[in-house]
């Protein structure tokens, strides 16, 4: 949307059109993200503008409240434990789809990736039903399994990007050299695809700490998440706390994608250090 060098009446109003609509579309898409933030920090009872005061008093009640803190551990021991295996399984099924040779890998990907498009709420039902039968439905083992199936086609398709520029030749000079698979995938391979393996493991544990139709089908009173406890507040009983909880949850999610960001740009510039 740059102006021409010598710009005319016409395109300097088609220009300013643009950038005036391009605000409208970020505002209309940011603006309800942040409302729950001042909202948090009401001294009132009540979802209301103007505020009645400022005060932390939900921030206590979300911090110091057993019920609270109960839930925001559920959802850190749940989503570490999603992170930990979509990440690894994710990785290792990119790095097989990579592989040229291997069959069938116009038909596996979208099967793989069938979980972004599915309803959740399908998901939910089926894997319910599965687990009910083989004993997983309430346990957190079965929470984190599938979680782990809606967060791991995020880590295959941000590793699959980033072996996209990764030449394989590398990987026959360290068996050449006499590497065992497992060290030229650990020394000249992963550093390489980290930037994308540490994206998908954002994008992994955003997915489950968010996550809240599954938990509905698949918890019981004492595994209650960070959101479901938040929906179990909307419908129950409207408090601030709600929007105290939400505000963390969007710090912690923003957090987590700077860290992340900041992480494989450093990989990215020690591996491009190293390549020279």
């Given at each position: 949307?740059?102006?021409?060098?010598?710009?005319?009446?016409?395109?300097?109003?088609?220009?300013?059109?643009?950038?005036?609509?391009?605000?409208?579309?970020?505002?209309?898409?940011?603006?309800?993200?942040?409302?729950?933030?001042?909202?948090?920090?009401?001294?009132?009872?009540?979802?209301?503008?103007?505020?009645?005061?400022?005060?932390?008093?939900?921030?206590?009640?979300?911090?110091?409240?057993?019920?609270?803190?109960?839930?925001?551990?559920?959802?850190?021991?749940?989503?570490?434990?999603?992170?930990?295996?979509?990440?690894?399984?994710?990785?290792?099924?990119?790095?097989?789809?990579?592989?040229?040779?291997?069959?069938?890998?116009?038909?596996?990907?979208?099967?793989?990736?069938?979980?972004?498009?599915?309803?959740?709420?399908?998901?939910?039902?089926?894997?319910?039903?599965?687990?009910?039968?083989?004993?997983?439905?309430?346990?957190?083992?079965?929470?984190?399994?599938?979680?782990?199936?809606?967060?791991?086609?995020?880590?295959?398709?941000?590793?699959?990007?980033?072996?996209?520029?990764?030449?394989?030749?590398?990987?026959?000079?360290?068996?050449?050299?006499?590497?065992?698979?497992?060290?030229?995938?650990?020394?000249?391979?992963?550093?390489?695809?980290?930037?994308?393996?540490?994206?998908?493991?954002?994008?992994?544990?955003?997915?489950?700490f968010d996550e809240v139709v599954v938990v509905q089908f698949l918890a019981n009173a004492q595994q209650r998440t960070l959101p479901l406890e938040m929906f179990t507040g909307l419908r129950e009983q409207l408090s601030p706390a709600i929007t105290a909880a939400a505000t963390l949850m969007m710090g912690l999610s923003i957090l987590l994608l700077i860290v992340a960001n900041l992480l494989a740009r450093r990989?990215?510039?020690?591996?491009?250090?190293?390549?020279?």
């Amino acid at each position: 949307m740059l102006l021409s060098p010598y710009p005319t009446n016409a395109e300097r109003i088609r220009v300013a059109a643009l950038w005036f609509w391009c605000v409208l579309v970020l505002i209309f898409l940011v603006v309800p993200i942040f409302v729950p933030v001042p909202l948090s920090f009401n001294s009132g009872s009540f979802f209301t503008f103007p505020l009645a005061g400022v005060s932390t008093r939900w921030y206590e009640v979300v911090l110091g409240t057993p019920r609270w803190r109960a839930a925001i551990g559920n959802s850190l021991l749940i989503g570490s434990g999603t992170t930990i295996l979509a990440t690894v399984l994710g990785t290792l099924t990119a790095i097989g789809l990579s592989d040229p040779k291997f069959p069938g890998r116009r038909f596996v990907v979208p099967l793989l990736i069938s979980p972004l498009i599915v309803p959740v709420v399908v998901t939910a039902v089926g894997t319910y039903l599965f687990y009910a039968r083989i004993g997983l439905a309430n346990t957190y083992g079965g929470i984190i399994l599938a979680h782990t199936v809606l967060a791991s086609p995020f880590v295959v398709v941000t590793v699959s990007a980033s072996l996209a520029g990764f030449d394989r030749n590398l990987m026959r000079a360290t068996s050449i050299l006499g590497a065992k698979p497992l060290t030229g995938f650990l020394r000249v391979m992963l550093p390489l695809i980290l930037p994308g393996v540490l994206s998908g493991a954002a994008f992994a544990f955003v997915t489950s700490f968010d996550e809240v139709v599954v938990v509905q089908f698949l918890a019981n009173a004492q595994q209650r998440t960070l959101p479901l406890e938040m929906f179990t507040g909307l419908r129950e009983q409207l408090s601030p706390a709600i929007t105290a909880a939400a505000t963390l949850m969007m710090g912690l999610s923003i957090l987590l994608l700077i860290v992340a960001n900041l992480l494989a740009r450093r990989s990215r510039g020690k591996a491009g250090a190293e390549s020279e």
